[in-house]
């Protein structure tokens, strides 16, 4: 390991581009269309144990719709036996009973996108018919079953009940709600180039993602950043290779703020485990601890159907950081 950078901690393990639904933000740009690539289970059962070779201690399991991958259960607990703690990202609207089986084992939890309490605007988002009714179902069935779970609420459609969905999640018991704005990659950027402008700016720093052909990203938002691919290196010789040094150093100067021990700066306002969430990583938040933190910005009125313009938050919501050591401040 290089002497200047730090190990890593977290992996997105992104398993399939395949997916039942088609969400119209989608960041990894997935569809019934996708495929689960070429990496067979022997090589994902590789990257498990050389994630555990650098420390890596904490893995989420996205895709596409991990839950269609039929390797995922043992996936889960090969990473398990490894003693990582593990996330499956998905949309709960297929859970096949040997996944079930595997989101109970200890140290698993299971996180997924709720978009309105309302099922129409829900589908509106996912162009899923019945996929309201279904995550619900599936919802009701893992809490039964006492699997962990968090919820994350991306606003994507103007008049969308984002605030809704999230109160309906705290009502129903989920107690990790997570909200963001669409961000513009994917779909989401809806035909616009991909920027690092509206990455956290820590992308590569103690975490990295790996894609269903075994590439392997800095971060799942700066997929078009190659910086290897498993097949023909190691994940040692990746996270400390040339392309990771140099994306490492273009960020840096891009965001000076998020360079180690910058004056003012909380130690991890983006935690190793950078989900797509303002509470815990966010391009927006001011560094300097005076300076002013305001990235929230009203809806416009109407009932429209527009696709929420790229950075946009839903009104009414106060955006969190959450840092070890450090109390829950609002913006």
């Known amino acids: 390991m290089n002497a200047r950078s730090l190990p890593p901690t977290f992996a997105w393990l992104e398993i399939t581009g395949f997916c039942n639904l088609k969400c119209r933000h989608c960041y990894a740009d997935s569809s019934p269309q996708g495929g689960h690539?070429?990496?067979t289970d022997a090589d994902w059962f590789?990257?498990?144990?050389?994630?555990?070779?650098?420390g890596v201690r904490d893995v989420q399991f996205i895709g596409g719709e991990p839950t269609f991958h039929p390797g995922l259960p043992t996936f889960i607990?090969?990473?398990?036996?490894?003693?990582?703690?593990?996330?499956?990202?998905?949309?709960?609207?297929?859970i096949s009973p040997e996944v079930w089986d595997a989101l109970q084992l200890p140290g698993v939890r299971v996180a997924f996108s709720y978009y309105s309490d309302i099922p129409g605007d829900h589908e509106d988002v996912t162009e899923g018919r019945g996929s309201h009714a279904r995550?619900?179902?599936?919802?009701?069935r893992a809490q039964e079953l006492g699997i962990e779970m968090r919820g994350s609420v991306i606003n994507v459609l103007e008049g969308q009940r984002a605030d809704y969905a999230e109160h309906e999640l705290s009502r129903l018991g989920i107690r990790d709600v997570r909200?963001?704005?669409?961000?513009?990659?994917?779909?989401?950027a809806q035909g616009t180039a991909p920027s690092i402008n509206r990455l956290c700016g820590r992308c590569g720093r103690r975490k990295f993602a790996i894609s269903p052909t075994g590439e392997v990203w800095p971060c799942v938002f700066a997929r078009w950043?190659?910086?290897?691919?498993v097949h023909t290196q190691s994940l040692a010789e990746i996270y400390d290779g040339d392309a990771m040094r140099r994306t490492?150093?273009?960020?840096?100067?891009?965001f000076p703020h998020t360079r180690p021990r910058a004056q003012g700066c909380p130690p991890d306002m983006c935690l190793p485990n950078c989900n797509p969430s303002f509470e815990t990583c966010s391009p927006q938040l001011a560094c300097a601890p005076d300076a002013a933190c305001n990235p929230t910005e009203d809806s416009p009125a109407g009932q429209g159907r527009a696709v929420v313009r790229p950075g946009r938050m839903s009104p009414r919501r106060s955006v969190r950081y959450r840092d070890p050591?450090?109390?829950?401040?609002?913006?």
Do not use: K, Q, W
């Open 37 to 39: 690539g070429d990496m």
């Open 248 to 254: 490492r150093s273009v960020l840096e100067e891009a």
């Open 225 to 229: 950043i190659s910086l290897g691919n």
């Open 179 to 188: 909200t963001d704005a669409i961000r513009p990659y994917g779909r989401g």
């Open 135 to 140: 995550t619900r179902a599936n919802i009701a």
């Open 77 to 94: 607990r090969h990473a398990r036996e490894r003693a990582m703690r593990v996330e499956v990202f998905s949309n709960m609207t297929h």
């Open 325 to 331: 050591g450090i109390s829950d401040t609002d913006c």
């Open 46 to 54: 590789r990257v498990v144990d050389e994630l555990n070779e650098l």
